[in-house]
T-cell receptor
C-alpha cells in the first residue's frame, strides 16, 4: 500500500534560519506529491505540488523536488519567518492501475515553530 | 475562491448520540472526502465519494457512515458516538483524478463526553 513518512518533529528554528523537512514515500504506481500547511486554528491549504519525477514545486519561498530515485519530496526554505510557524504535511495521490480518484495519503505532520 | 464549508466548528456530544457533520462545496467538484486528524497520526481517510450517491470506504470507516444526495453536500454520520471518536474532522473536495488539488474546510472539533 501507499505510505508517507515525515521527519520527526517538532522543529524549532530562529527567524532567517534554513529549513528542511524530510519526506519519503512508498507508492504502488506513479504518484503526485504535495505539501500542505495548516496554520493554527485553520484547515489545510496547498503549499506546493509536483506531478512527475524531477518536477520542482515552489510557493512563498518554499521548494520541493520530486526525486523518484530516492522516493523523496523534501521541503526547503532558505530563510524562515515567524509567520511560517504551522504544521506541514507531506502527501501523495497515487495513479496505480490507471485509475485514481485523487485520494491523498498523508504523513503524520511536522510542527514548525519559528522564534524571532 | 474555492469554498469548502463545514457547518459546525465546535461540537460537544454525549456518548451514544447520533452525530451529523455537514459539508458543502461550491466548486462543482466530483470528489468529496472526510478525514480525521489526530496528533502524531496525521490525517486518515474515513470515507470518500466520487459522485452523487456513490461512496467508498477509506482507511478507518468503522463507526462512521456517509451520505451524498447532492453533488455539493457530503455528510458524515456517527451512528452512536464514542469517546474514541473525539477528534478534528476535515472535509475536502476536488476534481476527480490524481494530481488535482484537494481543498479543505476549516475543520470541525468534536468532543464526545
Amino acid at each position: 500500500g501507499n505510505s508517507v513518512t515525515q521527519m520527526e518533529g517538532p522543529v524549532t528554528l530562529s527567524e532567517e534560519a534554513f529549513l528542511t523537512i524530510n519526506c519519503t514515500y512508498t507508492a504502488t504506481g506513479y504518484p503526485s506529491l504535495f505539501w500542505y500547511v495548516q496554520y493554527p486554528g485553520e484547515g489545510l491549504q496547498l503549499l506546493l505540488k509536483a506531478t512527475k519525477a524531477d518536477d520542482k514545486g515552489s510557493n512563498k519561498g518554499f521548494e520541493a523536488t520530486y526525486r523518484k530515485e530516492t522516493t523523496s519530496f523534501h521541503l526547503e526554505k532558505g530563510s524562515v519567518q515567524v509567520s511560517d510557524s504551522a504544521v506541514y504535511f507531506c502527501a501523495l495521490s497515487d495513479r496505480a492501475g490507471g485509475t485514481s480518484y485523487g485520494k491523498l495519503t498523508f504523513g503524520q505532520g511536522t510542527i514548525l515553530t519559528v522564534h524571532p | 475562491d474555492v469554498k469548502v464549508t463545514q457547518s459546525s466548528r465546535y461540537l460537544v456530544k454525549r456518548t451514544g448520540e447520533k452525530v451529523f457533520l455537514e459539508c458543502v462545496q461550491d466548486m462543482d467538484h466530483e470528489n468529496m472526502f472526510w478525514y480525521r486528524q489526530d496528533p502524531g497520526l496525521g490525517l486518515r481517510l474515513i470515507y470518500f465519494s466520487y459522485d452523487v450517491k456513490m461512496k467508498e470506504k477509506g482507511d478507518i470507516p468503522e463507526g462512521y457512515s456517509v451520505s451524498r444526495e447532492k453533488k455539493e453536500r457530503f455528510s458524515l454520520i456517527l451512528e452512536s458516538a464514542s469517546t474514541n471518536q473525539t477528534s478534528m474532522y476535515l472535509c475536502a473536495s476536488s476534481l476527480r483524478g490524481a494530481g488535482y488539488t484537494i481543498y479543505f474546510g476549516e475543520g470541525s472539533w468534536l468532543t464526545v463526553v
